[in-house]
Nanobody, 125 residues
Framework: QVQLVESGGGTVQAGGSLRLSCAAS????????AGWFRQAPGKERESVAA????????DYVDSVKGRFTISRDNAKNTVDLQMNSLKPEDTAVYFC??????????????????WGQGTQVTVSS
């Protein structure tokens, strides 16, 4: 199992940007598929983005395509989520996740076995 800790959440006005970071420890992170999920109050957890073990393949939910970018640095054991043009509907707790290596990234929650504690993102209108 890999341990995951998120950082970078906060409050931003609509149209602004935030960068979330997830630090992994416990196992060699380069062997893991990684992703970001979010959960808004009263709603189910939603997939946001995923990246394969090498960083060569990414996948996004339609609502964030063109606005969010997932990336990873296997030398630093981190995976980041750059969020631009934020909207109030992006407000949620964001979770980092990791799972067994895949050739192609997938935002399906079933591909992930380790989860972080989450970081709050609030977008004000």
């Amino acid at each position: 199992q890999v341990q995951l800790v998120e950082s970078g959440g906060g409050t931003v006005q609509a149209g602004g940007s935030l960068r979330l970071s997830c630090a992994a420890s416990g196992r060699t992170f380069r062997g893991y598929h990684a992703g970001w999920f979010r959960q808004a109050p009263g709603k189910e957890r939603e997939s946001v983005a995923a990246i394969n073990y090498s960083g060569g393949s990414t996948d996004y939910v339609d609502s964030v395509k063109g606005r969010f970018t997932i990336s990873r640095d296997n030398a630093k054991n981190t995976v980041d989520l750059q969020m631009n043009s934020l909207k109030p509907e992006d407000t949620a707790v964001y979770f980092c996740a990791a799972g067994p290596a895949r050739l192609r990234a997938s935002i399906s929650a079933s591909e992930f076995t380790s989860w972080g504690q989450g970081t709050q993102v609030t977008v004000s209108s």
